[in-house]
């Protein structure tokens, strides 16, 4: 399982979307972006899609989940 509270580009609370984690400034949950690549998205597909979500928060979001996956 990932950790997401060390990734500067999302984040949680109770009140927003019923606590997952979100990019950091918008509603759009994270898990969002990985259900839309496993889909056959492309990046810059989803951030046309999901207005708020910048390509570097995207791309913040892939490389801690890779490092994490690393570890």
Same mark, same amino acid.
């Given at each position: 399982? *990932?950790?997401?509270?060390?990734?500067?580009?999302?984040?949680?609370?109770?009140e927003?979307?019923?606590g997952?984690?979100?990019?950091?400034?918008?509603?759009?949950p994270?898990?969002?972006?990985?259900?839309?690549?496993?889909?056959?998205?492309? *990046?810059?597909?989803?951030?046309?899609?999901?207005?708020?979500?910048? *390509?570097?928060?995207?791309?913040?979001?892939?490389?801690?989940?890779?490092?994490?996956s690393?570890?």
């Amino acid at each position: 399982m *990932i950790d997401w509270s060390t990734c500067e580009y999302v984040q949680q609370s109770p009140e927003r979307v019923s606590g997952v984690w979100v990019f950091e400034g918008t509603r759009v949950p994270v898990s969002a972006l990985f259900e839309n690549l496993e889909d056959g998205a492309q *990046i810059n597909e989803f951030v046309e899609w999901f207005p708020g979500v910048s *390509i570097e928060q995207v791309k913040g979001v892939l490389e801690h989940a890779a490092r994490s996956s690393a570890a």
